[in-house]
């Protein structure tokens, strides 16, 4: 059991397991690392697939797993209500299609704010469009609930291309770095890109932040006091050691700090990467089941009646899990036909 010196300050540390565990408003965050091999003709892995199985493969055999996936890895056409979901991704591409008949292709740096509001579909498929090296793919999926006033808003598609986030590089005493790349919210005088207009994380007063933080190796860093009623996660999740408030906290654990207090991060022996999730909760009752969350059970029954009497739209693809050609680049396809070609 790691020993809490600073009971004023950490809440909790506790053991990342997948899907890691969020506090409200934020209601689940996955984190993709898979080194998925060289592609093949199709954008799949040059690799066999004996073994695996496919369509609910989760297997970590050879450190990659091909998720829902049956050619490309992936979670093809699914569909979601009530809540956001925000896709950061490091490295590696992803290839998105929904039923509001947007489309896109991002990779790193990049990130992907989707509001499901009232309903929509959508695919996530992880190309591998390199066929002469290895195609690694890491990055997070976060979903952020929405209160009830809003769940039913409708379902809206953003892209927060990577030249649109500000990172944030300061140095210590020893003049080593610390990089705070802010996704969404503020830190010192940057802020985030403008995120959806119903999201929780729009309202100024719910000071929402999701930002990734790289510390180097024997660095010091203080995060900086936010306002008392907001919930504050950090996860640990690449390196060996961290102290947070003079408190060591090895690799892959996620602790839970005080909001309104300051909070001393040094990177031991190694470098560190950790995520934030902060915000203000919602504070309302949570129904979840599957790819649905509400507030009662009756809203979650009415869910899955709307999607299967309207598909929340239909499908406008001839394929549940499409996939772009391989030299598309980077660009999006709104719902108004806008389209955005990045590179």
């Known amino acids: 059991m790691i020993k809490n010196k600073h009971d004023n300050i950490i809440e909790s540390v506790t053991a990342l397991s997948f899907p890691w565990q969020t506090r409200d408003p934020f209601l689940f965050c996955a984190y993709h690392n898979d080194p998925y091999p060289a592609g093949n003709a199709?954008?799949?892995?040059?690799?066999?697939?004996?073994?695996?199985?496919?369509?609910?493969?989760?297997?970590?055999?050879?450190?990659?797993?091909?998720?829902?996936?049956?050619?490309?890895?992936?979670?093809?056409q699914h569909p979601h209500r009530g809540f956001e979901t925000v896709t950061v991704v490091n490295q590696g591409y992803v290839d998105h299609a929904d039923s509001l008949g947007a489309t896109a292709r991002f990779g790193p740096g990049d990130v992907q704010w989707l509001t499901a509001g009232k309903g929509i579909q959508h695919a996530e498929m992880f190309p591998l469009i390199h066929e002469e090296q290895n195609n690694p793919l890491e990055m997070f999926q976060v979903w952020l609930n929405l209160p009830a006033a809003d769940k039913m808003?409708?379902?809206?598609?953003?892209?927060?291309?990577?030249?649109?986030?500000?990172?944030?590089?300061?140095?210590?005493?020893?003049?080593?770095?610390?990089?705070?790349?802010?996704?969404t919210g503020n830190y010192l005088d940057r802020r985030g890109p403008q995120t959806p207009p119903n999201s929780w994380a729009t309202k100024d007063d719910a000071h929402v932040n999701i930002w990734t933080i790289d510390i180097d190796a024997g660095?010091?860093?203080?995060?900086?006091?936010?306002?008392?009623?907001?919930?504050?996660?950090?996860?640990f999740y690449a390196g060996d050691e961290i102290e947070v408030a003079d408190t060591t906290v090895p690799v892959?654990?996620?602790?839970?700090?005080?909001?309104?207090?300051?909070?001393?991060?040094?990177?031991?022996?190694?470098?560190?990467?950790?995520?934030?999730?902060e915000g203000r909760p919602i504070g309302e009752p949570v129904a979840h089941y599957g790819p649905f969350v509400m507030n009662t059970r009756e809203e979650l029954e009415q869910a899955f009646s709307d999607y299967h009497s309207t598909g929340f739209g239909g499908w406008p693809w001839q394929d549940s899990a499409p996939v772009h050609e391989r030299d598309a680049?980077?660009?999006?396809v709104h719902a108004d036909g806008k389209k955005e070609q990045i590179g």
């Open 42 to 76: 199709d954008l799949g892995p040059a690799a066999s697939l004996a073994g695996r199985q496919i369509g609910q493969d989760f297997d970590t055999r050879n450190g990659w797993r091909m998720y829902h996936g049956d050619t490309v890895p992936g979670f093809p």
């Open 153 to 183: 808003v409708d379902p809206h598609f953003t892209m927060l291309w990577r030249d649109s986030i500000q990172t944030v590089m300061q140095g210590d005493d020893q003049g080593r770095n610390t990089s705070v790349r802010v996704v």
């Open 219 to 235: 660095a010091s860093w203080t995060l900086p006091a936010t306002v008392p009623e907001a919930n504050r996660t950090l996860y």
């Open 252 to 277: 892959d654990h996620l602790i839970a700090v005080k909001a309104d207090a300051e909070v001393r991060i040094h990177a031991v022996k190694q470098s560190a990467r950790l995520l934030l999730l």
């Open 329 to 332: 680049g980077r660009f999006a």
